[in-house]
Antibody
Framework: EVQLVESGGGLVQPGGSLRLSCLVT????????MHWVRQDPGKGLLWVSG????????TYADSVKGRFSISRDNAKNTLYLQLNSLSAEDTAIYYC??????????????WGQGTLVTVSS | QSALTQPASVSGSPGQSITIHCTGT?????????VSWYQQHSDKAPKLMIY???KRPSGVSDRFSGSKSGDRASLTISGLQTGDEAYYYC??????????FGGGTKVTVL
């Protein structure tokens, strides 16, 4: 059974930083592209970032480019998202997602349960 | 990266069919057959229902089907059931090498 377990969320002050982690089990992690998607509580979904299987290339939504950084450690089966220069607008549930085994950025095959990031003073 | 356009809500009676439209542009839905649909029940993570416009993952009911014409994609739910009551989101790859979601549609079973 595929499992994606996010951690690292919490309360952070505006301008602060946070690092999210996602441990993936039940499959060969290095065979898949990975993504982060966020959801404002009670609102819609926003794709945040995606990364290739070997971590050599990443792509970002305009709203987070230059502030967030996605990375992965295939030896540890773990995906990361570094969040910097946070503002209240970044408050959301952040989902870790298993992407495609092909060279496609879609679809979002499996989702974790999410970790809540709250940016507030 | 503007969101794809979905109706806020769609409703139907048990057994009926409903269709949710997802309107994009020539920068996302139009050029690619890379539209996906996700179902989200209250307080749950989203679940993949349709990918590559028309394909169903293993385990998804064949009551769910997808299509596309031009810049607009559609999700049809046939034989509507109470368990289908949820939010549905479309998503597409874009010409900017990014991905974009629709605003979500609440499906209500009357």
């Amino acid at each position: 059974e595929v499992q994606l377990v996010e951690s690292g969320g919490g309360l952070v002050q505006p301008g602060g930083s946070l690092r999210l982690s996602c441990l993936v089990t039940g499959l060969t992690f290095s065979n898949y592209r990975m993504h982060w998607v966020r959801q404002d509580p009670g609102k819609g979904l926003l794709w945040v970032s995606g990364i290739t299987k070997d971590g050599g290339f990443a792509t970002y939504a305009d709203s987070v480019k230059g502030r967030f950084s996605i990375s992965r450690d295939n030896a540890k089966n773990t995906l990361y998202l570094q969040l910097n220069s946070l503002s209240a607008e970044d408050t959301a549930i952040y989902y870790c997602i298993r992407g495609a085994a092909t060279n496609s950025w879609t679809p979002f095959n499996d989702w974790g349960q999410g970790t809540l990031v709250t940016v507030s003073s | 990266q503007s969101a794809l356009t979905q109706p806020a809500s769609v409703s139907g009676s048990p057994g009926q069919s409903i269709t949710i439209h997802c309107t994009g542009t020539s920068n996302d839905v139009g050029p690619y057959d890379l539209v996906s649909w996700y179902q989200q029940h209250s307080d749950k993570a989203p679940k993949l229902m349709i990918y590559d416009v028309t394909k169903r993952p293993s385990g998804v009911s064949d009551r769910f089907s997808g299509s596309k014409s031009g810049d607009r994609a559609s999700l049809t739910i046939s034989g509507l059931q109470t368990g289908d009551e949820a939010y549905y989101y479309c998503s597409s790859y874009t010409t900017s090498n990014t991905l974009v979601f629709g605003g979500g549609t609440k499906v209500t079973v009357l």
